[in-house]
């Protein structure tokens, strides 16, 4: 079977796989990192989302072998060391953005990319329209989209700590 | 024992306890789980609607690589029956049909997704790979994809004895009173609607792990369901025949259910029937698309009804004949959707003095229908609040001052409707005008003149609501036909040193119920949140359960609790008297703290709970040590939740497209613990209901082949479908539990569809349009439009 090395959350490693097995069944079985969910056979729902070499990819749509070489990271890998959560994750807890948890990783993932690719800020419209490859079936996006536009002060700098949720 | 700050008690929005493991990809869902030595099982499934399997040769898939076993109906025919857990009878009193419900195909298959073979192999890829060496031949029958196709003359049978596919026919109501209050009406509305089919579509596939130790003959079940302790007696004492004390059943964290994971389906007993055979873990995981024709589907009802009005606009009875779709198969509680959670509900919040509702319940070849969030209330609601809407259309009487005159006033509680139900609190004209004044329906007007500047059609609707949910006395579900008692189970383990562990048979998949549960704890023993760990969905741990649905977790459940906390308090104020040597009758208890009322002695929950597990100085002839009480809670009746709903849309004329531009709800769920959770709750329901009045339906060709069966085919809505969801509570406490909570979980779902539609037909008022059909899609809407233009241009 050929082999693939590539670095998953700071980790380097080398696995052998299938020609057939996509980059998400390599994280969530070989790598035993299942954070990265699977919702979906279409590419549709965006529960698989993780960053290849920066940029967020639905990993159920791409094969293990076509990320030899490249730097993943995955939910498990957003927190630092010492357990404090990215300003995302701790958006979402604040502003109840996830109920069952099963989008989260994925939509997490998604909305720092989004927000990374774009310091100039973005709207309510705009958090919406860059959230069209996740799909949630719980929250009806209004905390989701609550909580980018308040993770995005906090990523670029305009504010030092997360604006609390109004009670 | 620390003081708890006010903030953790009923009523403060504490942050969820399970955040932090889903936000950091540590959650637990049943796909994450492996053991040791686990093969995959796959199924292969129908590609007919109806057929005759004809030849099913496993030979060449046998021989694939890593295949382990491949079984076939031939190798569970002597299995149980997939069960049905509630029975319906006919108008003559007679049960209904219920045929087999099979593990795997028994020589016919009736559903496009219907289980016809199960591989089990090394790995899942193997397992797929050797599927498709299965040779079947299958000589296809005509199939019945609609109710009316499977009640012609002549229809195919879809089950042996079961005469015009007809599962039960079925009423509620005195028909000779109602007949009587047509006949003197002075004016009848009659409407006809199709309640559009729809699919769960929890983002969490299901999934399921079978595993089995031949040294003690126990089985663990591993699965995605909404009720662990169900599933154990259904698939245990109906389908394998196992004892509960050899089967545990554990349902992890679950992603999202809506319904479709309450039933007991049959992939969870292979998996389990093969780990026993094979002696080794076996693990099934559904593919989204394999979902799509293997989750019970909702909704799918045919109604044709009528109201009588008096010459004030008053509503003299209601008239209603519905034809519910069963799919192929009874799924678990599918027969009460249309009768017990449909038809006791269509009195709303009105006063009609006289409801006759026929129901019957149609098998077809489809994928079986069952409860999807809501259940038989939505179906209710978006009847009923069409309905009035078309009324007031037609009496010339305004749409909210009819729904005025025929509200059932606060001073009239308790209610007895004429379908059954008592109403026990509510005032729906609280909500009304809370839900008026915050979406400024007074300045709808001025809208719709902007709107038309820009050439766009503004509409706006509201829909007033209840429902009962709760689902309740176990006596009256019984009498009713319902093969479960509908209690809850709590146990409150008070530790040594004053932490808290509560066992619930209540089952959180997304409700939050880690906190809202702990939050119950530190308002009634004091206990901080973050000492109180709440545990469900394994019943090797929780003594017993009927789970989650019917917005029944709070009302049901936290009343278990609630009753388990009271003995608590009782034992505790025992070994309190104890250890101040006073009298039980002069025990006072407050969040924490036990106290000789009148004096400053006191004794902190921890210390009694440590006195109850070192009983050195203890009442040991009095009472037991220990500080743990169970209760099991049998709710005196339904709760009944209600509210307001109000959308306002705007259509582009030139697309057809609906844009939602603003929706209020305003909802009386009782007391409410955790503010944020209940928003959140009304915000995803309420997303739900609009993706039914816009965007989703499950669509079936002539053949029974389902088109919509992706998500690229069936519609849910995104981020950009939907608007901010604003949402209020307005409080009437429910008189019966001791919490004084109704239910929150499925109003957004129920309250929202016919808000929506009530907009899109206001909308199109210049049009000539009566009525729209769900989902309010661009091209149906354009089409009307157009229509409409063609008209005028004649």
Same mark, same amino acid.
């Given at each position: 079977?050929?082999?693939?090395?590539?670095?998953?959350?700071?980790?380097?490693?080398?696995?052998?796989?299938?020609?057939?097995?996509?980059?998400?069944?390599?994280?969530?079985?070989?790598?035993?990192?299942?954070?990265?969910?699977? +919702?979906?056979?279409? $590419?549709?729902?965006?529960?698989?989302?993780? !960053?290849?070499? /920066?940029? =967020?990819? &639905?990993?159920?749509?791409?094969?293990?072998?076509?990320?030899?070489?490249?730097?993943?990271?995955?939910?498990?890998?957003?927190?630092?060391?010492?357990?404090?959560?990215?300003?995302?994750?701790?958006?979402?807890?604040?502003?109840?953005?996830?109920?069952?948890?099963?989008?989260?990783? +994925?939509?997490?993932? $998604?909305?720092?990319?989004?927000?990374?690719? !774009?310091?100039? /800020?973005? =709207?309510? &419209?705009?958090?919406?329209?860059?959230?069209?490859?996740?799909?949630?079936?719980?929250?009806?996006?209004?905390?989701?989209?609550?909580?980018?536009?308040?993770?995005?002060?906090?990523?670029?700098?305009?504010?030092?700590?997360?604006?609390?949720?109004?009670? | 024992?620390?003081?708890?700050?006010?903030?953790?008690?009923?009523?403060?929005?504490?942050?969820?306890?399970?955040?932090?493991?889903?936000?950091?990809?540590?959650?637990?869902?049943?796909?994450?789980?492996?053991?040791?030595?686990?093969?995959?099982?796959?199924?292969?499934?129908?590609?007919?609607?109806?057929?005759?399997?004809?030849?099913?040769?496993?030979?060449?898939?046998?021989?694939?690589?890593?295949?382990?076993?491949?079984?076939?109906?031939?190798?569970?025919?002597?299995?149980?029956?997939?069960?049905?857990?509630?029975?319906?009878?006919?108008?003559?009193?007679?049960?209904?049909?219920?045929?087999?419900?099979?593990?795997?195909?028994?020589?016919?298959?009736?559903?496009?997704?219907?289980?016809?073979?199960?591989?089990?192999?090394?790995?899942?890829?193997?397992?797929?790979?050797?599927?498709?060496?299965?040779?079947?031949?299958?000589?296809?029958?005509?199939?019945?994809?609609?109710?009316?196709?499977?009640?012609?003359?002549?229809?195919?049978?879809?089950?042996?004895?079961?005469?015009?596919?007809?599962?039960?026919?079925?009423?509620?109501?005195?028909?000779?009173?109602?007949?009587?209050?047509?006949?003197?009406?002075?004016?009848?509305?009659?409407?006809?609607?199709?309640?559009?089919?729809?699919?769960?579509?929890?983002?969490?596939?299901?999934?399921?792990?079978?595993?089995?130790?031949?040294?003690?003959?126990?089985?663990?079940?591993?699965?995605?369901?909404?009720?662990?302790?169900?599933?154990?007696?259904?698939?245990?004492?109906?389908?394998?025949?196992?004892?509960?004390?050899?089967?545990?059943?554990?349902?992890?964290?679950?992603?999202?259910?809506?319904?479709?994971?309450?039933?007991?389906?049959?992939?969870?007993?292979?998996?389990?029937?093969?780990?026993?055979?094979?002696?080794?873990?076996?693990?099934?995981?559904?593919?989204?698309?394999?979902?799509?024709?293997?989750?019970?589907?909702?909704?799918?009802?045919?109604?044709?009804?009528?109201?009588?009005?008096?010459?004030?606009?008053?509503?003299?009875?209601?008239?209603?004949?519905?034809?519910?779709?069963?799919?192929?198969?009874?799924?678990?509680?599918?027969?009460?959707?249309?009768?017990?959670?449909?038809?006791?509900?269509?009195?709303?919040?009105?006063?009609?003095?006289?409801?006759?509702?026929?129901?019957?319940?149609?098998?077809?070849?489809?994928?079986?229908?069952?409860?999807?969030?809501?259940?038989?209330?939505?179906?209710?609601?978006?009847?009923?609040?069409?309905?009035?809407?078309?009324?007031?259309?037609?009496?010339?009487?305004?749409?909210?001052?009819?729904?005025?005159?025929?509200?059932?006033?606060?001073?009239?509680?308790?209610?007895?409707?004429?379908?059954?139900?008592?109403?026990?609190?509510?005032?729906?004209?609280?909500?009304?005008?809370?839900?008026?004044?915050?979406?400024?329906?007074?300045?709808?007007?001025?809208?719709?003149?902007?709107?038309?500047?820009?050439?766009?059609?503004?509409?706006?609707?509201?829909?007033?609501?209840?429902?009962?949910?709760?689902?309740?006395?176990?006596?009256?579900?019984?009498?009713?036909?319902?093969?479960?008692?509908?209690?809850?189970?709590?146990?409150?383990?008070?530790?040594?040193?004053?932490?808290?562990?509560?066992?619930?048979?209540?089952?959180?998949?997304?409700?939050?119920?880690?906190?809202?549960?702990?939050?119950?704890?530190?308002?009634?023993?004091?206990?901080?949140?973050?000492?109180?760990?709440?545990?469900?969905?394994?019943?090797?741990?929780?003594?017993?359960?009927?789970?989650?649905?019917?917005?029944?977790?709070?009302?049901?459940?936290?009343?278990?609790?609630?009753?388990?906390?009271?003995?608590?308090?009782?034992?505790?104020?025992?070994?309190?008297?104890?250890?101040?040597?006073?009298?039980?009758?002069?025990?006072?208890?407050?969040?924490?703290?036990?106290?000789?009322?009148?004096?400053?002695?006191?004794?902190?929950?921890?210390?009694?709970?440590?006195?109850?597990?070192?009983?050195?100085?203890?009442?040991?002839?009095?009472?037991?040590?220990?500080?743990?009480?169970?209760?099991?809670?049998?709710?005196?009746?339904?709760?009944?939740?209600?509210?307001?709903?109000?959308?306002?849309?705007?259509?582009?004329?030139?697309?057809?497209?609906?844009?939602?531009?603003?929706?209020?709800?305003?909802?009386?769920?009782?007391?409410?613990?955790?503010?944020?959770?209940?928003?959140?709750?009304?915000?995803?329901?309420?997303?739900?209901?609009?993706?039914?009045?816009?965007?989703?339906?499950?669509?079936?060709?002539?053949?029974?082949?389902?088109?919509?069966?992706?998500?690229?085919?069936?519609?849910?809505?995104?981020?950009?479908?939907?608007?901010?969801?604003?949402?209020?509570?307005?409080?009437?406490?429910?008189?019966?539990?001791?919490?004084?909570?109704?239910?929150?979980?499925?109003?957004?779902?129920?309250?929202?569809?016919?808000?929506?539609?009530?907009?899109?037909?206001?909308?199109?008022?210049?049009?000539?349009?009566?009525?729209?059909?769900?989902?309010?899609?661009?091209?149906?809407?354009?089409?009307?439009?157009?229509?409409?233009?063609?008209?005028?241009?004649?």
């Amino acid at each position: 079977m050929p082999q693939v090395t590539l670095t998953v959350n700071g980790k380097t490693s080398t696995v052998e796989v299938e020609g057939r097995t996509l980059l998400v069944e390599l994280l969530r079985e070989k790598l035993r990192l299942t954070g990265t969910h699977v +919702g979906c056979d279409t $590419s549709q729902c965006g529960a698989c989302v993780v !960053h290849v070499d /920066g940029d =967020s990819v &639905k990993s159920c749509t791409m094969l293990a072998l076509q990320a030899d070489g490249a730097t993943v990271t995955t939910i498990e890998g957003l927190a630092k060391p010492d357990g404090t959560l990215h300003p995302m994750q701790e958006a979402f807890r604040e502003y109840h953005a996830l109920q069952c948890g099963f989008c989260t990783p +994925g939509m997490v993932m $998604s909305a720092i990319d989004l927000v990374q690719k !774009h310091p100039q /800020g973005l =709207s309510e &419209k705009e958090i919406r329209e860059g959230l069209e490859g996740n799909l949630c079936r719980c929250t009806g996006y209004h905390n989701i989209v609550k909580a980018i536009a308040a993770a995005q002060d906090v990523m670029h700098g305009r504010r030092s700590e997360l604006q609390p949720a109004a009670e | 024992m620390n003081a708890v700050t006010p903030f953790e008690g009923i009523g403060a929005s504490v942050k969820r306890k399970e955040d932090l493991r889903f936000l950091s990809g540590r959650g637990q869902y049943t796909d994450d789980i492996n053991r040791p030595g686990q093969a995959y099982a796959y199924i292969l499934r129908s590609p007919h609607a109806h057929a005759r399997i004809v030849v099913l040769d496993t030979a060449a898939a046998a021989a694939m690589p890593g295949v382990v076993a491949i079984y076939t109906g031939a190798d569970t025919a002597a299995l149980g029956s997939i069960p049905c857990g509630w029975q319906i009878h006919n108008k003559d009193g007679s049960p209904m049909a219920e045929p087999r419900h099979p593990m795997l195909a028994e020589g016919k298959v009736r559903h496009v997704g219907d289980q016809v073979a199960v591989v089990i192999a090394e790995s899942r890829g193997q397992a797929k790979d050797a599927a498709e060496a299965i040779q079947v031949e299958y000589e296809v029958l005509p199939a019945a994809a609609t109710m009316a196709a499977a009640q012609a003359p002549g229809a195919a049978a879809i089950h042996d004895g079961v005469a015009g596919n007809l599962c039960y026919d079925w009423h509620i109501g005195d028909k000779a009173v109602n007949d009587a209050a047509f006949a003197a009406a002075a004016k009848v509305v009659e409407f006809e609607t199709t309640n559009n089919r729809l699919i769960a579509n929890a983002m969490e596939p299901r999934a399921a792990i079978g595993e089995f130790d031949s040294t003690s003959g126990d089985y663990t079940l591993y699965t995605t369901s909404q009720n662990p302790h169900v599933i154990r007696l259904l698939m245990g004492a109906f389908v394998l025949q196992i004892p509960e004390s050899k089967l545990r059943v554990v349902a992890p964290d679950v992603g999202g259910g809506f319904g479709s994971k309450i039933y007991h389906y049959a992939e969870e007993a292979i998996v389990t029937w093969a780990a026993g055979k094979l002696g080794r873990p076996v693990k099934w995981t559904c593919e989204r698309t394999e979902s799509f024709m293997s989750d019970a589907h909702g909704r799918d009802h045919v109604t044709k009804c009528a109201l009588a009005l008096d010459a004030n606009g008053k509503f003299l009875g209601l008239r209603v004949h519905t034809e519910a779709n069963m799919g192929a198969y009874l799924s678990t509680f599918a027969p009460c959707v249309p009768t017990y959670l449909y038809a006791t509900l269509l009195a709303g919040v009105y006063t009609t003095p006289t409801i006759y509702c026929e129901v019957k319940a149609v098998f077809t070849n489809t994928v079986p229908v069952d409860a999807y969030r809501g259940a038989g209330r939505p179906e209710a609601t978006y009847l009923l609040e069409r309905l009035v809407d078309i009324a007031a259309a037609e009496t010339g009487i305004d749409r909210v001052e009819i729904r005025r005159r025929n509200f059932i006033p606060t001073d009239a509680f308790p209610y007895q409707t004429p379908v059954a139900l008592q109403y026990d609190s509510g005032d729906y004209t609280a909500t009304l005008d809370a839900a008026l004044a915050a979406s400024d329906w007074a300045g709808f007007e001025a809208r719709r003149q902007a709107a038309a500047a820009k050439g766009k059609l503004r509409g706006i609707g509201c829909s007033t609501y209840l429902e009962a949910c709760g689902i309740a006395p176990s006596a009256v579900v019984g009498s009713l036909g319902a093969r479960a008692g509908l209690y809850e189970v709590g146990t409150i383990r008070v530790h040594p040193t004053g932490s808290v562990t509560v066992l619930t048979g209540a089952h959180s998949h997304g409700q939050g119920h880690e906190t809202t549960f702990a939050q119950l704890v530190a308002d009634r023993l004091g206990v901080p949140v973050a000492q109180v760990d709440v545990v469900h969905g394994d019943t090797a741990k929780v003594p017993f359960g009927m789970g989650t649905y019917g917005s029944r977790s709070l009302a049901v459940g936290g009343s278990a609790m609630v009753k388990a906390m009271d003995k608590i308090i009782a034992k505790g104020k025992k070994i309190a008297a104890h250890l101040m040597e006073a009298s039980v009758e002069d025990i006072e208890f407050d969040r924490g703290t036990f106290r000789v009322a009148g004096t400053d002695r006191t004794k902190a929950l921890a210390e009694i709970s440590l006195a109850a597990y070192v009983p050195h100085n203890y009442p040991i002839e009095e009472i037991e040590p220990g500080l743990e009480e169970t209760a099991f809670y049998d709710p005196k009746n339904f709760t009944y939740p209600g509210g307001c709903h109000i959308a306002e849309v705007e259509i582009d004329p030139d697309t057809g497209h609906v844009t939602v531009m603003k929706f209020t709800a305003v909802d009386d769920v009782g007391r409410v613990i955790n503010p944020m959770i209940v928003e959140g709750q009304v915000q995803g329901g309420v997303a739900q209901g609009i993706g039914q009045a816009l965007l989703e339906a499950a669509v079936y060709d002539s053949d029974g082949q389902l088109l919509s069966g992706s998500m690229m085919d069936y519609c849910l809505p995104r981020a950009e479908d939907l608007p901010p969801v604003g949402v209020a509570t307005h409080t009437t406490l429910c008189t019966h539990n001791p919490l004084g909570v109704k239910g929150c979980g499925e109003v957004g779902a129920i309250g929202s569809p016919p808000a929506v539609m009530n907009a899109v037909v206001d909308a199109l008022k210049g049009y000539g349009v009566r009525h729209v059909e769900m989902p309010a899609t661009p091209q149906k809407i354009w089409g009307i439009i157009h229509a409409g233009q063609r008209l005028a241009a004649e």
